[in-house]
């Protein structure tokens, strides 16, 4: 299963922290997911999804709120066969007064006769219900990309008002969604990993956070590891073509006035030098008697490269 899936199935687990809790959730499911299809015949209220376990869990939790409940279905789509959709129609609602009166206490207001559903501002005070509140619309509309692939986090709704209500609630948390409007979906989004931790703990879906901080902390070490091998590499080469460099002026010295005629300090580096072209200036110090630091190596090089200069410009 994908991991918004996952996360789903662990959010319908999640205990309530009190009873106003589910009422904001269960608001949350149906005003960012209703929708309302007008053909000739009828008009049908209903809600989809292809997450079985939140089909069920939202008709029993209507079904503790109006007598009259809807009715479930799950259907295999005609093109994938083993693709099952799940229906909720709630065509009752039409004609009920009980579970009209549910809708409109949670701020949804049919107009059947332009088949169009309308939402009223759904206020919210209490921290826990708002909690519930971004919960039920993740398990609605939201979906998370694996974050072994890449960080990104997304909501679709099909409503301006509830958008801009659900970034609010979401800023409430002083979590920093953004939004794009792409086809007629209002899409809110997070596409930092932390952002989207900080998102996951506020709807209280822990283990799916311990997974994605797994993966993050697996990615950064990844990444200190190949800074680390960068820069081994860089230095090494750094190292191998400076010696390369050395050897070539020390030979040149040789080959104009002889290694036998540079001072002993000297000559004896160079004599080294040629002998131990893979070594490291702190190796090639402690061959020294008495051995000699990196920089003092490093020194005496330098005053070779000097002399070697000099004699190519014809200077003694
Ligand atoms: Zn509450």
Request: net charge positive; aromatic share 8%.
């Given at each position: 299963?994908?991991?918004?899936?996952?996360?789903?199935?662990?959010?319908?687990?999640?205990?309530?922290?009190?009873?106003?809790?589910?009422k904001a959730e269960i608001a949350a499911i149906l005003?960012?997911?209703?929708?309302?299809?007008?053909?000739?015949r009828k008009k049908t209220l209903t809600f989809i999804t292809e997450h079985g376990l939140l089909s069920r869990y939202l008709y029993t939790q209507i079904k503790h709120i109006v007598k009259k409940g809807p009715e479930i279905y799950g259907e295999k789509t005609p093109r994938l066969k083993k693709h099952v959709v799940y229906r909720i129609d709630f065509n009752n609602l039409l004609e009920?007064?009980?579970?009209?009166?549910?809708?409109?206490?949670?701020?949804?207001?049919?107009?059947?006769?332009?088949?169009?559903?309308?939402?009223?501002?759904?206020?919210?005070?209490?921290?826990?219900?708002?909690?519930?509140?971004l919960r039920g619309g993740f398990l609605s509309v939201g979906s998370l990309t694996n974050p072994d692939k890449s960080y990104h986090l997304e909501l679709n709704f099909q409503n301006?008002?509830?958008?801009t209500e659900y970034m609010g609630y979401m800023e409430y948390f002083d979590l920093k969604p953004k939004h794009i409007t792409r086809k007629n979906?209002?899409?809110?989004?997070?596409?930092?990993?932390?952002d989207i931790v900080d998102y996951l703990n506020v709807i209280g879906a822990h283990n799916a956070l311990m997974e994605m901080e797994n993966v993050r902390i697996m990615k950064e070490m990844r990444n200190q590891?190949?800074?680390?091998?960068?820069?081994?590499?860089?230095?090494?080469?750094?190292?191998?073509n400076a010696a390369v460099n050395q050897v070539e002026y020390i030979k040149y010295i040789d080959s104009v006035m002889g290694i036998e005629n540079l001072p002993p300090a000297l000559r004896e580096i160079a004599r080294l030098r040629l002998e131990n072209t893979h070594a490291s200036l702190s190796e090639l110090g402690k061959m020294l008697s008495p051995e000699l630091s990196k920089s003092g190596v490093?020194?005496?090089?330098?005053?070779?490269?000097?002399i070697a200069e000099n004699l190519r410009r014809g200077k003694p």
């Open positions: 299963m994908s991991f918004s899936s996952d996360i789903k199935d662990e959010l319908i687990r999640v205990d309530y922290e009190k009873k106003c809790c589910r005003r960012t997911g209703l929708i309302l299809r007008k053909t000739k009920n007064d009980e579970q009209r009166s549910f809708l409109e206490d949670i701020g949804i207001f049919l107009d059947l006769d332009k088949g169009t559903i309308e939402y009223h501002k759904y206020d919210i005070e209490d921290r826990c219900c708002i909690r519930s509140y301006k008002l509830i958008q979906y209002e899409i809110v989004y997070l596409k930092e990993g932390q590891v190949n800074r680390i091998v960068n820069c081994e590499t860089a230095n090494l080469e750094k190292t191998v490093n020194h005496r090089l330098r005053k070779l490269e000097k």
